[in-house]
């Protein structure tokens, strides 16, 4: 196309305003030659009138072209305003919906916020859950252990009612010497000697058994075997009990290791007391000097001499306990009775007394 709808509108506009113009001229210049009037009014005043009519004829037939050919126009001319309170109200939608979209975006927000903070409590409630499942689980453990512990305990205590028990735990069974050294295979015989004779001892009891009676774990006798490798001179090993056992029963044991030192010098004072032999009868003198054995062994302990099996660091007999209250009887003033070792004493014992008297 040569022209465009606008350039060709333009052209028509411009031709009908024209040829609008040449009438409104022409009828002008009739009504002024002929004198023409128009509801009474001046010719003058009616070719102006003309003249004005003219003028708004020529927009008229412009504005009717215009919104003949064109939607556009007919919408701008008529529809404006509505196309404004239109926009007017797009554009008040369009800001609500941005301030619920900002509301919602705040929403959103914390709503994120909020199910990361869920996700932290949950993860905390797991591990909870899991460290509570583990706690519950070692309560079962110990639970279980406390019950055969219970168990053990209840037959024990059944046995030992019934007179049964042969060694209870912590009971030592024997006690002897070892040479300690570097040498192993040595101290593995040793230890293996000492073990027999502990074996033999409960024998003694009279148990009869095809198999062994006593049992030492093998890290127990390995543990014993290195550290008397580190030692030296002479140690005593205790033979010692882990739990009650019965007549017959394999007894449990573990391996006790102590330095046998030198615990008393020949001649050493030990203990001592004061009486007054005119006052007391022998059987009375008899008491104080027993007394005075208990204290001493006593204190024998306290300073580390081992006791026996039984209990006990060494013992005197009767008739010397009754020789000497009788030699105390014939004094006829207070005296003191002191004890002394007889000769060196170590760690192993035995404990050898010797007794002393002296005027206050």
């Known amino acids: 196309m040569i022209f465009s709808f606008g350039v060709r509108l333009i052209l028509l506009l411009l031709l009908i305003g024209g040829i609008i113009a040449i009438v409104g001229d022409y009828m002008g210049h009739i009504i002024g030659r002929r004198r023409l009037t128009i509801f009474g009014l001046r010719p003058r005043h009616t070719a102006f009138l003309i003249?004005?009519?003219?003028?708004?004829?020529s927009v008229f037939i412009t504005i009717v072209i215009i919104l003949t050919v064109s939607q556009d126009a007919r919408t701008a001319l008529f529809g404006l305003e509505n196309l404004r309170q239109e926009m007017s109200e797009n554009k008040r939608q369009l800001q609500s919906t941005k301030d619920e979209m900002q509301k919602v975006g705040q929403d959103l927000t914390a709503t994120v916020a909020e199910l990361a903070e869920n996700d932290q409590k949950l993860e905390n409630t797991k591990q909870d859950l899991e460290q509570a499942s583990s706690n519950l689980e070692q309560a079962k453990q110990e639970i279980k252990s406390l019950s055969a512990t219970r168990d053990?305990?209840?037959k024990e205590v059944e046995l030992s009612r019934q007179g049964m028990v042969m060694f209870r735990n912590n009971q030592v069974i024997l006690t002897?010497?070892?040479?300690?050294?570097?040498e192993k295979n040595k101290l593995e015989t040793g230890l293996k000697q000492i073990l027999s004779a502990a074996d033999a001892y409960v024998r003694s009891l009279g148990v009869e058994s095809d198999k062994h009676l006593i049992y030492v774990s093998p890290e127990e006798f390995n543990q014993a075997v290195a550290t008397l490798q580190k030692q030296r001179d002479e140690n005593i090993i205790k033979v010692i009990a882990t739990r009650n056992t019965v007549f017959g029963e394999e007894t449990p044991v573990r391996l006790e290791i102590i330095d046998n030192v030198l615990i008393y010098s020949s001649g050493q004072l030990i203990a001592q007391t004061s009486m007054e032999p005119v006052s007391l009868s022998i059987p009375e003198i008899e008491q104080r000097i027993k007394k005075l054995l208990v204290e001493t062994n006593q204190i024998a302990k306290d300073d580390g001499v081992v006791p026996?099996?039984?209990?006990?660091?060494?013992?005197?007999p009767y008739s010397q306990i009754y020789s000497l209250a009788k030699r105390i009887k014939d004094y006829k003033s207070g005296i003191n009775l002191k004890v002394y070792a007889k000769n060196d004493i170590y760690s192993i014992g035995?404990?050898?007394?010797?007794?002393?008297?002296?005027y206050q």
Not at 350 to 358: C, G, M, T, V, Y
């Open 51 to 57: 003249t004005i009519l003219t003028g708004i004829l």
């Open 152 to 154: 053990k305990l209840k």
């Open 308 to 316: 026996d099996p039984s209990g006990s660091i060494g013992s005197i």
């Open 176 to 182: 002897s010497l070892i040479q300690a050294g570097p």
């Open 350 to 358: 035995p404990l050898e007394l010797e007794f002393k008297i002296f």
